[in-house]
Nanobody, 114 residues
Framework: VQLQASGGGSVQTGESLRLSCAAS????????ADWYRQAPGKQRDMVAR???????NYADSVKGRFAISRDNARNTVYLQMNGLKPEDTAVYFC?????????WGQGTLVTVSS
């Protein structure tokens, strides 16, 4: 399983970014997929999740601003991030849990300046 995350960058407060996570060796449509983030000096926390049936849930801190989605044809999961705030600054990772194994993408850095 390989997960390739992309789309990070440096933006200003209020702007938007879309992160992508392209997968090989796993089919997103039949698995849970998550986006996590880790800010400097902090633990890695889940930001958003999409299940195999398309259900989504979000961390309270991003509800109403972020949206996770999936393109089954491209086997890619996205994280649309709107209304970005400086506290959203972190390395973002895509994650797929399969049975007892966790698979992580390499991380993509999002920096939001005020």
């Amino acid at each position: 399983v390989q997960l390739q995350a992309s789309g990070g960058g440096s933006v200003q407060t209020g702007e938007s970014l879309r992160l992508s996570c392209a997968a090989s060796g796993v089919t997103f449509s039949i698995n849970v997929a998550d986006w996590y983030r880790q800010a400097p000096g902090k633990q890695r926390d889940m930001v958003a999740r999409i299940t195999s049936d398309g259900s989504t849930n979000y961390a309270d801190s991003v509800k109403g601003r972020f949206a996770i989605s999936r393109d089954n044809a491209r086997n890619t999961v996205y994280l649309q991030m709107n209304g970005l705030k400086p506290e959203d600054t972190a390395v973002y990772f895509c994650h797929v849990p399969i049975l007892s194994q966790d698979y992580w993408g390499q991380g993509t850095l999002v920096t939001v300046s005020s």
